[in-house]
Structures are given as structure tokens and as C-alpha cells.
């Protein structure tokens, strides 16, 4: 392999994939943990390794609205936020789904205030799951370098934006060794941007994003305009063209720069399992080593990561838990009131499936509670237990809760 | 079909919003200062239309199709010759074919 092997932490990863892809506009607020990003992009920006511009804002809300503008016009842009910093942004991460905007944004996970926490969850993401992004999770730092390279690749084809999550300080500020393609493989893989949806032509001038009202009606040159349904059902049906386009991407950026990610999902000592542990994010990494302690005691145990959590893809998750005894969920979000995002999505796409097995939530991690594998294989122990003893559904099993004292 | 909202800047081109208005604009022309004058002068209606409905003219004309009825006109006309009149008072609204809404 041609590649440069340096060793960096997450942010550093996902700025030189940010690099790599050649933005052109860059627009962030600094927020922990991943001010870093932003700042390394920076810094190349100003010693003139990256030919981008990079505007300063005041807020996260003008972040974004700084990539909806550049992105309108066609630019390749790219921002960074975590926690409370995209919440503050969330009016305009609905804009840029909405007008089929295809801008990158690592989301560094981070928990949600109240109360005041700097630490690790998935909370942040989570809450904008329903706003129409792609959301891709990193289990370590070579996957998030190349997963903000497959991103834009994403995003441009299918004119949606594309969230990058990975863990806060886990993974972020975590120095692993990472493979750093060259640039011209990157380039080969990853073309300019030549096909926005809206173009700015003085020649021809444009109202773009105009009110559009219930019904479908002309416009002024007598051509059918989508009513609000229209425009979001076609939204809607190119995340679903995602679940193809998300492991063609993982596959033809195997053929330039020879790593694949597994696509939508990816495995761990699957194939005879009978209870599936899973995931998203670096909690996968952690869950490789329970399902291995778990088999040396006799369980048959594997994981499943969740890399595609939007659009969720259902048919491959019903093909792999088919005929298994147990899938236990480990969320590091909660809805509030209900139960983790990801179990109960997956118990949804269960529903009616020959040979489900049961699914299990558990929560673990929030504000950055540590986890430790042999957790992880308590947590499995007691699901079994559950399981053996004729549950076929259960609470949210808190890991690692202090409540007593 | 477009996957986005976009338009060109027509007449017209955010729909009949005029079917939105629940009270009218009715110009005075006795008391236009430009019609009292005889000139294209003061205009001030069609400075601070926010809808681009006034014509500049001897007097200004409404273009009751889109006019959302927001009364801004008749709030800036420094001659008081604009009146805001419930919709109610001219009857049925006009419906897209033309037809009154029975």
C-alpha cells in the first residue's frame, strides 16, 4: 500500500480528509471536542496548503448558513460542530437537507446540556436524526478519514448532506496510526462538483427556496412545481437511494485507496452467532472484545455495527438478525420517556420478521461514563438471563448506574 | 418534477396570493397628491409595497390579483387616500377559473 501512515487523533483525521476532498469553503464556530478540526483546517488555510476559504462566524446557526450560501452556488463545503453547538445550529440543519444541499459536517459526539458535560455520548446526533442527513458513524480514526472522503462522494451524488459522527475524545482526541491516501487517489475516487441542483447566473436570476404552498402549481414559465409533499417525497426517496449508494461508494473507494468499511453495516464473528451485540460508533471497537470473552465462555456472541444509522437500513438488518436468539441494543442516547434511538428503530424493523429475535435496549455511556468491555459482557449476561428466563421484551437496562447514596 | 423549491422572478410567480387578502386596499384618487398634481410624484405606496403590487402611475394601481391586503400602503400614504375596507364588503372572491365561489 502507497499510503502515508501518520499517527493522529480523530479530528486530525477528519481534517485531512476535509483536505483531501479539496473544500472550498470552510465555515465553523468552535465548540469542544471538535474545535481541533476546525482549527487544523485553519491553519492550512493560512500557510496556503489548503486553497479554501475559511469564514469565521459567530454561532454555529451562521456556520451552517455560511455552507448553505457557499453550497448554493456549488462550492464543496464543510463545518464541524458538537452538542449544544449543533442544536444551536438546528434551524438550518433542516435548511440544508430541505434544499438538497450536499455539505459535509463531522459531528464530533458530545452529550447534551443541561447538564454542563464535555464528554462523550450520542445524544447530539441523535436528536437530528429525522432531519434528513445522511448519518454515517466512525468506529475509529482510519474509518472517519475515509468516511469524510466517501461522504462528499455521497453526498454530491444523491444532493443530500451527510453527517460524520464519531466519539468525542474517544475517538477525537485518541491517537491511532491512520493511513493517509494521496491525494491523487483521492482525487480519482472523489471528481469536482459539477452538478448543483441551483446555479447563480446573473443571466438567468433565481428565487431559491421560495415559499411553496400545500399543492403542486406552475410556474411562471407554465411547468409543474412540487407542493411542500412533493419536494419532501423526493427528499425522502434519495436517502432511501442511499442504502445503494452508501456501499457502492464503500466499494469503488476500495478499488482507489483499498480500504471498505463494510457499507451500511459491518460484522464481527457474526456468522454463528445467537445473541448479536450492537452499536454504533467506537462502541463497536469495545463490543469485538466482549463477543470474544463471551465465546471463550461458551456464548456464541458477535456484533453488529450500525455505520448507516439514516437511512436505516432496514432489509439488511432483517437479513443479518434472522434466525438469531438475541439483539441487544447499545444506545448512548436516549429518547427521553421511551428507550435508546437505535433499539427501538431496530425492534420496529423486526416486526413481522420470521425468526426475530428478541431486541433488548440498554444504555450505557451518557456524559461520557466510561464502559469497559467486561461491562459490556455483564450487560450481555444479563440479557440472556432475561431472555432465558421467558422475557421477550424488558426495560432499558442502565449500565453502570450509581443511583443509590 | 424539481426536487427543489426555485422559481424566476415573474408576475406571479409565489401564486395568486391576492386569494389571501381579507380586507382591500381602495385608493381616493380626490385626494392622491398625484393625481392632484397631474404627475408621476410622491409614489410612496409603491415605494412600500412589499409585494411589488403598486404601478407607478397618475394615481398608482393596485393589483388586487396579488395584493395580500397588508395595509402598509394605505398606513404610508401621507394624504390618507388609501382605505383599508373589509373583503367582505365586495362579496364573493373571484376563484383561478374565474367563477364566483358560490
Redesign the interface.
Same mark, same amino acid.
Given at each position: 500500500m502507497s499510503d502515508d501512515v501518520s499517527v493522529m487523533t480523530g479530528n486530525e483525521a477528519a481534517a485531512t480528509a476535509a483536505r483531501l476532498a479539496r473544500v472550498q469553503v470552510i465555515a465553523a464556530y468552535p465548540i469542544t471536542p471538535q474545535s481541533p478540526v476546525v482549527e487544523q483546517l485553519a491553519a492550512w488555510v493560512e500557510s496556503g496548503e489548503l486553497s479554501a476559504e475559511f469564514v469565521a462566524v459567530e454561532s454555529e446557526h451562521s456556520a451552517m448558513t455560511v455552507c448553505i450560501g457557499a453550497s448554493t452556488v456549488g462550492a464543496r463545503t464543510f463545518t464541524a460542530t458538537s452538542s449544544n453547538g449543533l442544536a444551536y445550529m438546528t434551524e438550518q440543519v433542516w435548511w440544508a437537507p430541505g *434544499? =438538497?444541499l450536499p455539505i459535509v459536517m463531522c459531528v464530533v459526539n458530545r452529550a447534551m446540556a443541561a447538564p454542563w458535560n464535555v464528554l462523550n455520548d450520542q445524544q447530539d446526533s441523535m436528536s437530528v436524526r429525522d432531519a434528513g442527513w445522511v448519518q454515517l458513524f466512525c468506529r475509529d480514526n482510519q474509518e472517519i478519514l475515509d468516511t469524510t472522503v466517501q461522504a462528499y462522494r455521497i453526498a454530491e451524488r444523491l !444532493?443530500v448532506p451527510v453527517m460524520v459522527c464519531y466519539d468525542g475524545f474517544l475517538l477525537s482526541h485518541t491517537m491511532m496510526p491512520v493511513a493517509v491516501p494521496s491525494p491523487e487517489q483521492v482525487d480519482a475516487f472523489l471528481p469536482p462538483f459539477t452538478q448543483p441542483? &441551483?446555479v447563480v447566473d446573473p443571466a438567468?436570476? =433565481?428565487?431559491?427556496?421560495?415559499?411553496?404552498?400545500a399543492d403542486? =402549481?406552475a410556474?411562471? &414559465?407554465g *411547468?409543474? =412545481?412540487?407542493g411542500y409533499m412533493?419536494?419532501r417525497a423526493? !427528499?425522502h426517496r *434519495?436517502l432511501l437511494d442511499a442504502l445503494t449508494v452508501i456501499p457502492e461508494t464503500d466499494a469503488e473507494y476500495a478499488a482507489a485507496v483499498g480500504r471498505s468499511w463494510g457499507g451500511l453495516l459491518w460484522e464481527h464473528l457474526l456468522d454463528d452467532a445467537e445473541v448479536v451485540l450492537i452499536a454504533a460508533g467506537s462502541l463497536g471497537t469495545q463490543l469485538t472484545l466482549t463477543v470474544e470473552a463471551l465465546r471463550e465462555q461458551g456464548v456464541k456472541a458477535g456484533v453488529l455495527g450500525i455505520r448507516a444509522y439514516r437511512p436505516f437500513p432496514v432489509e439488511a438488518l432483517r437479513e443479518k438478525l434472522a434466525g438469531r436468539r438475541l439483539a441487544l441494543v447499545f444506545d448512548k442516547a436516549l429518547s427521553y420517556g421511551y428507550e435508546g434511538p437505535i433499539c427501538s428503530d431496530l425492534r420496529g424493523s423486526m416486526l413481522g420478521v420470521e425468526g426475530a429475535p428478541a431486541v433488548f435496549g440498554a444504555a450505557c455511556g451518557l456524559g461520557g461514563r466510561d464502559v469497559t468491555p467486561d461491562d459490556l459482557a455483564e450487560a450481555a449476561r444479563r440479557a440472556i438471563a432475561d431472555l432465558e428466563a421467558g422475557a421477550r421484551t424488558r426495560e432499558t437496562d442502565w449500565i453502570n448506574l450509581h443511583l443509590e447514596g | 418534477m424539481s426536487e427543489i423549491s426555485m422559481s424566476g422572478p415573474a408576475v406571479g410567480e409565489a401564486g395568486r396570493t391576492g386569494d389571501w387578502r381579507n380586507s382591500r386596499p381602495v385608493m381616493d384618487a380626490a385626494k392622491c397628491l398625484a393625481v392632484k398634481q397631474g404627475k408621476v410624484t410622491c409614489q410612496i405606496c409603491w415605494v412600500y409595497c412589499p409585494d411589488g403590487c403598486i404601478a407607478q402611475g397618475v394615481g398608482p394601481v393596485i393589483d388586487l390579483t396579488y395584493c395580500k391586503g397588508c395595509g402598509i400602503c394605505a398606513e404610508e400614504c401621507p394624504a390618507g387616500a388609501i382605505g383599508m375596507q373589509p373583503e367582505a364588503l365586495h362579496g364573493v372572491c373571484a376563484t383561478d377559473d374565474g367563477e364566483a365561489a358560490r
Open positions: *434544499a =438538497r !444532493h441542483f &441551483t438567468d436570476p =433565481r428565487n431559491v427556496g421560495p415559499v411553496v404552498l403542486p =402549481r410556474d411562471e &414559465t *411547468a409543474v =412545481r412540487g412533493e419536494i423526493l !427528499h *434519495a | -
